[in-house]
């Protein structure tokens, strides 16, 4: 696999210097509805299956992870979506809209596929929970990209790619899926590149990845996505594209053949809205992490930590909305998203999170190995006293920076290492101290004593070349010396981004019912979309989660509309 450095291809243009404009609700605007309307005034026959894909009802916590998504309801109705609500009548539907395409959400899968449909001329309609689009994340994993190819960088092999993914997707993975995402990531990702070139990348992660930033600044990578996803929506709009702004979907609509014929959604006056869909609605609103119920059903592990979401839209719409049709669900656990940056921490994002230096909890002790891939090494985080970490490091932090690989790790490369530290130094995010002593009380460290026989014995390790505790690679511990002042500790705390599990589909992103068929014209997408990953969410395809929302929701819509095998153009 190719390792080059960092390539910034293209300047950024003036376009920040304008700002998008977002389209929100009026106080008085009726339904947030936007200026186009396919408005038919057809009356609404929703038909509501009543299969259950959710979790099991079981009162253990334990046996509702073990037994998730059996596809039965108990009489006990453990989880509030257990029981498919009542159809909404026709008399509550108050505007009816046809379309060729429904996009469910509006983020990481739903923009850019909102972007494709209308700019290939289907009629479509959006149902985007919030006045704007969002997505939480920074980079997108796209596979023999254009940005990469012209800068030089050599192909990867998906093949070989797939073979080192399987095991990191502890035999949970569609291969075929994933073989998708990996063989035609280049080429709808160009095609994405191609209509935004507003917003140039940059080559980040080796290579396999994409970010953007300003001026090449590592610390505007989020609030440039930000910017992106809104330009991908706007570009959908001037396309023809009805967007339905705080209009989140309720409930899908089945025919006597159970194939989905469209989508209800609630306006924020609470009008119920109909989308007639003649071609396919794709689900893409966003994954569970803000509704703590399907947290405490799904993804134990995260329970109690906080999430860094901008607006609180992930609720898991599309698992409750698909369960109720008889849809299959990921099975729990479903995988998680649990990373030290970003932050919440007022200081901000430190550099480096994923580089195995020292760490030590607030007690001053050593508590795993630090190599480990990059998820486990926050769940050890996670399971220490108040989930308070801190790397160590001495003045020769930086003399070794990129001598540390890991394909399963994250927060390893930099742009401008020495600018970032001098910059996080600033804020606080990383503290110096010329002694140990000082250096505990400047991060927070409560047993001194402890913290500084942690650091002599972990100096002996380092000098030996053999991790006699933990395992860590001897040739990276002989890096790891702390000796020499300014001693630097640096904060670090576990964050929910997502859960990348929800409802199961094939290899064309179809929807799974529990027989193992398709639901007709039923599509998920981003993290809607499970049949991808295992118990976690690897560092090996960075950026994979948004990723897969941009190449697998456009290749969901081509299918859609019956152009999946042509290239992507």
């Known amino acids: 696999m190719p390792i080059l450095p960092n390539l910034v291809l293209t300047n950024p243009s003036n376009w920040l210097q304008t700002k998008l404009l977002v389209i929100s609700m009026g106080g008085n605007m009726k339904k947030g509805i936007t200026r186009r309307s396919f408005l038919t005034g057809a009356a609404v026959s929703a038909v509501m299956a009543t299969g259950l ?3 099991s009802t079981h009162r253990s916590r334990s046996d509702d992870a073990n037994n998730a998504s059996n596809g039965t309801v108990s009489d006990d109705n453990r989880w509030s979506w257990s029981k498919a609500p009542d159809a909404i009548p026709d008399s ?3 505007d009816t ?21 209308a700019m290939h001329g289907a009629k479509t309609v959006v ?10 994340g920074w980079c997108a994993n796209a596979i023999n990209n254009k940005a990469w190819l012209d800068s030089g960088g050599a192909p990867f092999d998906t093949t070989e790619l797939y073979a080192q993914f399987a095991p990191y997707a502890n035999g949970r993975d569609n291969p075929r899926l994933v073989k998708t995402f990996l063989d035609r990531g280049g080429e709808v990702m160009n095609w994405i590149l191609d209509q935004t070139t507003e917003i140039p990348p940059v080559c980040v992660e080796h290579g396999q990845t994409l970010g953007w930033y300003e001026n090449n600044d590592f610390q505007t990578r989020y609030s440039r996505y930000a910017d992106l996803l809104n330009l991908m929506a706007q570009k959908a709009e001037d396309a023809g594209a009805q967007m339905l702004w705080n209009t989140p979907a309720q409930q899908l609509i089945t025919d006597g053949n159970g194939t989905v014929t469209g989508v209800i959604g609630q306006t924020q006056d609470g009008n119920y809205v109909k989308v007639n869909a003649s071609k396919g609605v794709l689900l893409a609103c966003g994954d569970i992490t803000d509704d703590q119920e399907m947290v405490e059903c799904y993804a134990p592990l995260l329970s109690g930590i906080q999430n860094l979401h901008g607006a609180p839209n992930n609720t898991g719409d599309a698992i409750k909305m698909g369960s109720w049709i008889g849809a299959q669900v990921t099975p729990a656990p479903h995988a998680i ?3 030290f940056d970003p932050t919440r921490l007022p200081e901000g994002d430190a550099p480096f999170s994923g580089i195995p230096w020292l760490r030590v909890n607030e007690n001053g002790e050593r508590f795993a190995n630090e190599d480990l891939p990059y998820q486990s090494v926050v769940l050890s985080v996670a399971a220490q006293p108040d989930r308070v970490a801190f790397q160590i490091c001495d003045r020769n932090w930086m003399n070794h920076i990129n001598d540390y690989p890991n394909p ?3 927060s390893r490369e930099n742009p401008d290492p020495e600018g970032n530290w001098n910059k996080f130094l600033g804020t606080g995010a990383i ?6 002593e000082e250096l505990a009380d400047a991060a927070g460290i409560n047993d001194k004593q402890t913290f500084v026989a942690t650091v002599n014995h972990y100096n002996e390790l380092c000098d030996k070349g053999h991790d006699d505790d933990f395992g860590v690679n001897g040739t990276f511990m002989s890096y790891n010396a702390i000796k020499e002042p300014p001693f630097y500790a640096i904060k670090r705390i576990p964050n929910v981004l997502a859960t990348v599990g929800g409802l199961q589909v094939n290899d064309h992103n179809q929807v799974l019912s529990q027989d193992g068929g398709t639901i007709g014209h039923l599509y998920a997408a981003g993290d809607d979309a499970g049949s991808f990953y295992g118990h ?15 190449i697998l929701g456009i290749l969901a819509v081509k299918d859609a509309l019956g152009d999946y095998d042509t290239p992507t153009q």
Do not use: W
Not at 99 to 106: E, N
Not at 431 to 436: G, P, S, V
């Open 536 to 550: 976690e969410y690897p560092m090996f395809l960075p950026g994979g989660s948004i990723g897969r929302g941009f």
């Open 127 to 136: 149902l985007q929970k919030g006045d704007h689009a969002i997505s939480n």
């Open 337 to 339: 998203m649990m990373h």
């Open 408 to 410: 399963n790790s994250h």
């Open 97 to 117: 809209y046809d379309c060729d395409i429904c996009i469910v959400g509006l983020g990481a899968a739903g923009a850019p596929s909102a972007m494709y449909s």
């Open 92 to 94: 509550d539907i108050s």
């Open 53 to 55: 894909a959710g979790c």
């Open 431 to 436: 503290k110096q101290a010329n002694t140990l």
